[in-house]
């Protein structure tokens, strides 16, 4: 069984570094261990200078995440990732400060289903990226269960983000467990309940996923936290999938110590 690709995502651990120094970051992402990155457009979409920047580090960019919103379309993004010879475009945002129960996730699903569609004819698998407002319930049923329920299953696949997983309140490996067969990769990604009384129950309301996370987690590299990384793992490990990103927000060191903390992690704990 061969090992995947594992992969950084750069936004927005590395903040504006990605614009500012993007050779610098690539430098400290393959010192880390990593074989390449998961971004947006780099170098706002000149793929020749995006090409330049991560062949000189030995990189590949398998993933191409990008933000849902009105007039939603990723026509630029599959011709740029083409070019890069990648195989993953990731939306995420569905639901996200959008009022209306389940309807922006009814609403959501004809929108993705057309663009997996047209991904799809373009070679490429397109995913959706959960956060953690996608889990908070309406009438019983949850956004993001509505969501896989009315997408295309060989159209819109998903890319699991086991941190927001546990912090919308869902056993990460059950939930991964539960759609196996939707799972195109993951990100492997670690919290840490803080406070005197952690709560461990799950976020029960819309916010944006950024820290202060309510004051009641934190963003941790991996095996730091409280993510059952290895049962991810060992669901994921049969399935021989190609790409693996890890992924940390914020971290309290520089984020290419913290990447090497992780790929660190990965490779001794996991075997990856």
Same mark, same amino acid.
């Given at each position: ?188 990604? $670690? ?5 005197? !009384?952690?709560? &461990?129950?799950? *976020?029960?309301? @819309?916010?944006?996923? +950024? /820290?202060?996370? $309510? ?5 941790? !590299?991996?095996? &730091?936290?409280? *993510?059952?990384? @290895?049962?991810?793992? +060992? /669901? ?17 060191? @520089? ?18």
């Amino acid at each position: 069984m061969a090992s995947p690709m594992i992969g950084v995502q750069l936004n927005p651990g590395f903040g504006k570094r990605p614009v500012e120094d993007l050779a610098g970051v690539l430098r400290e992402v393959r010192a880390a261990g990593f074989d390449g990155v998961e971004a947006g457009l780099l170098c706002d979409g000149d793929v020749r200078q995006a090409g330049r920047a991560l062949g000189d580090e030995g990189l590949v960019q398998w993933s191409l995440h990008t933000g849902y919103g009105a007039d939603y379309g990723v026509d630029a993004e599959i011709e740029y990732l083409n070019d890069l010879g990648g195989k993953f475009i990731v939306v995420s945002g569905v639901g996200h400060s959008q009022p209306g129960g389940l309807r922006p996730y009814e609403e959501a699903a004809e929108v993705l289903n057309r663009v997996g569609e047209r991904c799809a004819a373009a070679g490429l698998t397109f995913c959706y990226h959960n956060h953690g407002w996608e889990f908070q319930e309406f009438n019983g049923t949850a956004g993001l269960d509505r969501l896989i329920e009315l997408t295309d299953p060989s159209l819109v696949k998903l890319c699991v983000d086991v941190f927001w997983a546990l912090y919308g309140g869902r056993n990460p490996v059950e939930f991964t467990g539960a759609h196996l067969s939707r799972v195109a990769y993951v990100h492997l990604k $670690d919290l840490k309940y803080i406070g005197p !009384e952690p709560r &461990r129950t799950g *976020v029960l309301h @819309p916010i944006h996923p +950024r /820290l202060p996370l $309510d004051g009641e987690a934190e963003y941790v !590299e991996l095996g &730091r936290g409280e *993510v059952d990384l @290895p049962g991810i793992w +060992r /669901l994921l490990q049969p399935l021989d999938q190609p790409w693996v990103v890890y992924e940390q927000d914020e971290a309290s060191i @520089p984020p290419g110590e913290a990447a090497a903390i992780s790929r660190r992690y990965l490779r001794e704990r996991l075997g990856i």
